[in-house]
């Protein structure tokens, strides 16, 4: 019913740049929040950066400074600039959107299926 496809990942040196990105596609009433997460080996997945529909951010305080989250709501799209890059942001960054399918369902979490990112030289 939802899809949610991410696309921007790749390598990258540290202290390069990347940008993320996700959109959502099929029956969608309304979407609320967007995010990305990311998970490394080994590690839980991690919030790195919410955006809700009115445009309130939050950030990981690892990503802070560096990265930036918007979204094209006429899109269903959430971007992720992701600035200064280090080894440590080395992950798959999954795309999460809380969607409405009508008015009278309950919101609910979709997931993409992740891009990975490298920070490596």
């Known amino acids: 019913q939802v899809q949610l496809v991410e696309s921007g990942g790749g390598l990258v040196q540290p202290g390069g740049s990347l940008r993320l990105s996700c959109a959502a596609s099929g029956s969608i009433f309304s979407i609320n929040a967007m995010g990305w997460y990311r998970q490394a080996p080994g590690k839980q997945r991690e919030l790195v950066a919410v955006?809700?529909?009115?445009?309130?951010?939050n950030y990981a305080n690892s990503v802070k400074g560096r990265f930036t989250i918007s979204r094209d709501s006429a899109k269903k799209t959430v971007y992720l600039e992701m600035m200064s890059l280090k080894a440590e942001d080395t992950a798959v960054y999954l795309c999460n959107c809380n969607v409405k399918l009508t008015v009278l369902t309950r919101p609910r979490d979709y997931w993409g299926q992740g891009t990975q990112v490298t920070v490596s030289s």
């Open positions: 955006i809700t529909s009115d445009g309130s951010t």
